[in-house]
Each structure stands twice: as C-alpha cells, then as structure tokens.
C-alpha cells in the first residue's frame, strides 16, 4: 500500500483557510446560539440580580475601627552595658541578651485569652454576640480583631470589626488600655524583673533586720552592754561591709542570670569577683591569730559581752544589705517606669463615618457577571446536546430513568 505525501507548504496553503473558515463559523454560530435565547439570559440575569440585590440589602452594615501604638522599644540591658566596655571581647557575647522583635511579643499579649476574657466583661460581649459559651464570644472576638505588627517600623495596627461603629472604637481602645494594664501586672522587661527580684529581696531583708534589733535590745537588756570600744567597733564594720559586698554581689550575679545565659562573659567575671569577696572574707574572718574574728572579733573584749558583740554585729549587715538591695530596687523601679512612659498611642481609634463592608454594588455585579457567563454556558451546552443524536438518546433514558415507577412483584 503506498502513501502520497503532501508538500508542507501545500499543506499549510490548503488547510490554513479552511480552519480559519470552520473557527469563524463556529463563532458565528455561537453568537446566534446567544441571541436566540437572549430572552432566557435576560431573565436569568434579571432574577439573580434581583437575588442578589435582596442579599445585599439585608447583609448587616459592619464598621472598623483602627488603632496605632507604638511598642517599648528594647532598651539595653545592664548585662549590654558591661559588655560594651569590654572592646574586643564583646565579640564574643551571645547575642541573646534580650528579646529578639519587642512587637512580637505585646502582638501575642494582645491576642491572649486574659485580655480577651477582660474584654468580654467590660463591654458584655456575650450579650451582643448572644451567647452564653465564653470559646465561641472568644473566637468571635478573635474574628472581629486583627492584631498586626509592621516588619520596617514595629508599629503595632489594631482594627476591630463590629456592627456599631461606636462599639468598635471602644474595643480598639480597649485593646490598649487593656495591654497597658497587663504590662503594669506581669514583669515583661528586664527592668521589670529585676524590680521583683530586689523587691523580694528587700522585703526579706526588712524582716530579717526587724528580727536582729529585736534580738538586740533583749540582749542589751540582759547584759547591760549599750556600747562598744573603738578598735571593736571598727573591726565589727569592716567585717560588716565586706559581707555586705559578699551578698550584694550574690544578688547581683542572681538578678544578671535572669536575663543572660551561664556562659556570658559579664556573668562569668561577676561570678569571678564574687568568688574573690568570698575568699577575702573567709580571710578576715580566720584572722591572723588562733581565734576567728567571726567568732571573737576582739580578744580583750569581756565574754559577758560576746553574745551583745554577734548581735550588734548581724543588726549592722541587716543594715548595710538593705541599704544596697533598696538602691538597686528604687534603681530598676524607675528603670521600668522608663520603660513603660515608652509605650504611645500613635492614632486612637474613633467611631467610623462610613461602612466598611459590605459592598452592595460589588456583590450585585458580581452576581450579574456570574449569571450571565453562567446563562450563556449553559445556553451552549443544551443548544449542543440538542444538536448530538448520541447525547439526545442518552437525555431520553434518563428521563425514562427518573420516570420509572416501581416494580410490581411477580406473582
């Protein structure tokens, strides 16, 4: 059986009209398929628009309201400051001295169930959302409120969506005036942390001091004793002071390790010079004799006075260590008043002038766009099926299909 091979060219000349023929034809076609059903599509589309426009109208008018505040912004820490006096070596400090993006973090303690929960019973939710389920006025809320932090600048945008326009201005405000509340509650700066730590601290020592005098007076009571020589009162107040720097060292390493890891240079040397005031003061307190000072602080001293001697002695470093820990207390008291005066409302939210959604005009044009292509699709596809014998044979059994009755039961 042999073949004939058209020229590619004869080919291309032969069948490039024909299709362009068969594809105008075609379109033609379509089109008087579309207008001889024109009243169809009119009506389809009149019907959907008029749906649609009913839709629209009763969907509720929703209203936003916007917010802008600025985060604290990180300040250093005392741990950075040490370090940036180490030159060099400051190279070598991890770089976890601190939070990473201070926005992210009041980003999730405003989408954190306490505000939320206190949001709920300041402005009665349950009752507006009408429900009694406190997850579902949660998650509600949480719908209603987008909470964004900018990546260039940190400032932190909040937009609430509500039915009133009043009520979601109020819940914008709220948001903030609720974050500033549960950053006076929790301690989320450094400053903040250390302010508990020496506010322990201090109430400890107040207690502890109250105790020593007490002791005191009962033993001045007992011997008679009311002071003390010169050279013992001397000694007794050096001994006091180098245990006084002891243990406000300690509680300035303890106060460092909140907020740095073990292996920071700043820390490693604090622990050092602490390990130094120690020795220094177990030194002292051996002395150069056979008697320890912390035992006997002077030899001439007469043992009915001893015991007056260790109680005077534990009522001045009570003193001196509750003169250093409230320093460092009033220190990171106004250290977290700084840090949170940092804290500003950018633009407050007011009550909107106009409805944020919805958008009628958009929702019926996009019905009626939907409708017509929707129309002229199927206008197509029934003007085809029409058209085949195979598709009509297959329309004609399943219509006979649906109109089956029941089969009677043989008898």
Known sequence: ????????????????????????????????????????????VGIATVLAVIVALLLPKIYEANAKIMPPQQSPSVAAALLAQLGPLAALAPRDL??????ELYVDMLRSRAVADRLIQRFSLMQVYQTKEISRVENKLRDASQIEASVKDGVISLTVSDREPQRAADIANGYVEELQELMQRLAVTEAGRRRLF????????????????????????????????SQSRAMIEALVRLRSQVASKEAEVQAMRIVVTDRN?????????????????????????AGSIAEFPVGKVPSAGLEYVRKLREVK???SLLEAFAKQYEIARIDEAKDASIIQVLD???????????QRAVIV???????????????????????DPNQVVKLQRLKLALRLRPLKPPR
């Open 365 to 387: 044009l996009l019905a009626m766009c939907c409708a017509l292509f929707a129309a002229i699709v199927f206008t197509l596809i029934s003007e085809r099926i029409k058209k």
């Open 98 to 103: 601190g939070p990473r993006s201070p926005s």
């Open 198 to 229: 020496f506010e322990h601290e201090v109430q400890t020592v107040s207690e502890e001091l109250a105790r020593a005098e007490q002791s005191l007076k009962q033993t001045q009571e007992k011997t008679g004793m009311i002071q003390l020589d």
């Open 265 to 289: 240079p700043v820390l490693i040397r604090a622990e050092k010079e602490l390990a130094a005031l120690r020795t220094e003061l177990a030194r002292f307190e051996a002395g150069q004799g």
């Open 1 to 44: 059986m042999q073949t004939t091979k058209l020229d590619p060219d004869l080919q291309v000349t032969i069948n490039g009209p024909h299709l362009d023929e068969e594809r105008g034809a075609d379109l033609v076609e379509r089109l008087t398929v579309v207008f001889e059903h024109k009243n169809f599509i009119l009506l389809f």
């Open 317 to 319: 470093y009570r003193e």
């Open 348 to 358: 407050k939210a007011v009550p909107a002038t106009k409805k944020a959604r919805p």
